[in-house]
């Protein structure tokens, strides 16, 4: 990326966020020129309608199955549906965490297969996020396998609400495993949860992020504009 801003994804998906604090944190994705701003699925259309209202070059992505991704396969999809029809133009999907701690990866690539599948036909992007902080190193690489497999575009670290968010070594860690599954090269990776300064920021992009999710977005850019 040719563009330092275009890393971030401004996020506000917090359950208190209403109507003024969500145009609050899309005006500053429009004036930050982020590539995206991610929000809860009740706030897609709102959000589509000031994006292309203002003419910028920033997606508008929706969350689904979150933050637990325990909902049906077909809950996640209609969840997906919706989000579509009102504008989105990527998804981020919680993977079924449980499923993939009891080692049914087919399920997981199931899943993931069923909604990458709604989300090209859209012309949208799907993001899996793993939820890195619980699992093993093993399942990270696995986890990221099966995002391939399924036909996923990027694998996302985290929710931001659970135990931890993104760590330098997961993040390595998910890179080498693209890396070793011989992946043709759409696969990308997005790092978040925790990143709060442009130290992190950077950390995270040297360890092979391509895509960071942040409520801080402003004040990293701000201070990147300072320190360069």
Not at 52 to 74: E, H, I, Q, R
Request: hydrophobic share 45%; aromatic share 6%.
């Amino acid at each position: 990326m040719n563009k330092f801003s275009k890393y971030f994804d401004h996020t506000l998906l917090k359950p208190e966020a209403g109507p003024q604090d969500i145009l609050k944190t899309v005006s500053e994705a429009v004036s930050l020129d982020a590539a995206a701003v991610c929000v809860n699925g009740c706030h897609v259309r709102s959000v589509r309608r000031f994006v292309d209202a203002s003419g910028a070059d920033v997606k508008v992505a929706a969350v689904a199955g979150f933050p637990l991704g325990a909902m049906s396969t077909n809950a996640k999809a209609y969840e997906v549906q919706l989000a579509l029809e009102d504008g989105a133009d990527e998804i981020d999907l919680v993977m079924n965490i449980g499923q993939a701690k009891a080692g049914n990866w087919a399920y997981v690539e199931d899943e993931v297969y069923t909604i990458a599948e709604m989300c090209h036909e859209s012309g949208a992007i799907l993001k899996l996020i793993i939820e890195t902080c619980l699992l093993t190193d093993d399942e990270i690489v696995r986890a990221c396998r099966s995002a391939c497999t399924a036909g996923a575009d990027f694998v996302k670290t985290s929710t931001g609400f659970s135990s931890g968010g993104a760590t330098v070594h997961a993040v390595s860690l998910m890179k080498q495993a693209l890396a070793d599954a011989d992946y043709d090269g759409h696969m990308k990776i997005k790092a978040s949860g925790g990143i709060r300064t442009l130290d992190d920021a950077r950390a995270m992009i040297e360890a092979g992020a391509d895509r960071l999710g942040c409520s801080a977005t402003a004040a990293i850019l701000e201070e990147y504009e300072k320190r360069g």
